[in-house]
């Protein structure tokens, strides 16, 4: 599996809606897993963390709200978008689902363009290298549309790998990625990859970067990993 694929969970006890749901994003480009219950999505997003959820509110045993609300106040999941899917249309559900931490709230039926439109926005914010967005860190500037990363006024040329590497860092400057997590976001977790082989590549994209001169902007974090700026 491509590990530039933003990776979107589906929890939906409806087996015709997550079908049309998983169908139309990854007609998008989208990795999907589909979960149908909460139980089910809720193991999935310890074991493959996504990058946004699509929640049904009305589940048995463990509604939308419980989960969102689970998810919500663990440090290790409460950054995860959340789309809330209900056919509780009243103002005063909207706010529940929305306290609860959602991020957005769709009332049944929808239009599935528009589901996708909103998916598309909450990606913007988290992984905006993968929807064409234009990222920029100093005097860095990737383009994911066009594929073209410059630094000042010159070009520069990367290989797929170092693209992605570089799309990863530039979304999250100041984090430090370990070797195991650069390894699922970039070469994704489907393919097996020895840990130097990210070493390999973060050289490469140093030498790159700094092909015309200026800083390296890549910090080493002894025993952690790496990090931009």
Same mark, same amino acid.
């Given at each position: ?20 749901? =998983? ?14 219950? =909460? ?15 699509? %929640? ?5 045993? %463990? @509604? ?12 290790? #999941? ?28 769709? *009332?049944?039926?929808? @239009? ?8 598309? #926005?909450?990606?913007?914010? *988290? ?6 967005? $234009? ?13 073209? *990363? ?25 984090? $430090? ?17 020895? #840990?130097? #082989? $990210? ?14 001169? =200026? ?15």
């Amino acid at each position: 599996m491509n590990g530039t694929q933003p990776h979107v969970l589906v929890i939906e006890d409806e087996p015709a809606q997550r079908e049309v749901l =998983g169908y139309n994003l990854e007609a998008e480009g989208f990795r999907t897993s589909r979960a149908k219950d =909460g139980e089910e999505g809720l193991m999935i997003v310890a074991e493959d963390t996504p990058d946004v959820i699509v %929640l049904d509110w009305m589940m048995p045993n %463990l @509604s939308g709200i419980e989960v969102c609300r689970r998810l919500k106040i663990s440090p290790e #999941t409460r950054n995860i978008p959340i789309i809330m899917l209900s056919a509780k249309s009243e103002e005063i559900d909207k706010v529940r689902g929305l306290e609860t931490g959602a991020d957005d709230y769709v *009332v049944k039926p929808y @239009s599935v363009s528009e589901l996708m439109a909103r998916v598309r #926005t909450q990606l913007r914010r *988290v992984r905006p290298s993968t929807v064409g967005q $234009v990222l920029i860190y100093q005097d860095i500037t990737l383009d994911s549309e066009t594929h073209r *990363v410059m630094r000042g006024a010159e070009q520069l040329k990367l290989g797929p790998t170092e693209f992605r590497l570089l799309g990863t860092f530039m979304e999250k400057p100041g984090r $430090v990625w370990s070797r195991d997590q650069l390894l699922d976001r970039v070469w994704g977790r489907d393919i097996y990859v020895d #840990t130097r #082989t $990210v070493d390999v590549h973060v050289g490469r994209l140093r030498k790159i970067l700094t092909t015309n001169g =200026g800083d390296d902007p890549i910090r080493t974090v002894r025993g952690a990993g790496y990090a931009l700026g």
